[in-house]
């Protein structure tokens, strides 16, 4: 199973993170090691997992005139047959739940003042956030799902506000 290799891998970056100073107290020495990982995984996420676990593909395009276009593909009715319901699951939900860690993380290290290792939290989620993004714009299922949360989530304040 493919899935195995792709959770492995965002969480060797978060491990690492969390670590680091017990291998090395050098901030450059750890945040190279890290900015490594996450480099890795952002590659590895963009261009193999999310073709081969969900069918999906995101780019960027610079045209003749200097201008970017981003492009977003994925597979069609049938192609979307073949794609392992539980690697999809997977694959999303370690799509979101790397965000998410990374901004407890930039939570975490914003109170504790630890600003050097803030921007190192920040370029991880620039990186993840991309990756979800991208995939979010390339998913027809996921747009729909988002959007039906979003839907629930208004649904939810207007009911509690009337009480």
Known sequence: MCFVDG?????AAAVTYILCEF??????????????????DFWVVKNVSGRFLVGL?????????????????????????????????????????TTAIWVLFGIVSFFRL????LILVLIALAMSTSNLVGYVKASRDQRKNIGSFMDRMKTAVAVKSLF
């Not at 450059?28 to 890795?40: E, G, P, S």
């Open 57 to 97: 593909r995101w780019w960027h395009e610079v045209q003749e005139d200097g201008s970017g276009e981003w492009r977003f593909e994925s597979l069609d009715e049938e192609g979307q047959k073949t794609i392992d319901n539980f690697e999809k699951r997977v694959f999303w939900w370690s799509t979101y739940l």
């Open 23 to 40: 291998f090395s107290k050098s901030f450059v020495i750890n945040f190279v090691v890290v900015v490594t990982l996450l480099a890795c």
């Open 7 to 11: 959770s492995d891998r965002q969480s």
């Open 114 to 117: 630890e600003l050097e290792y």
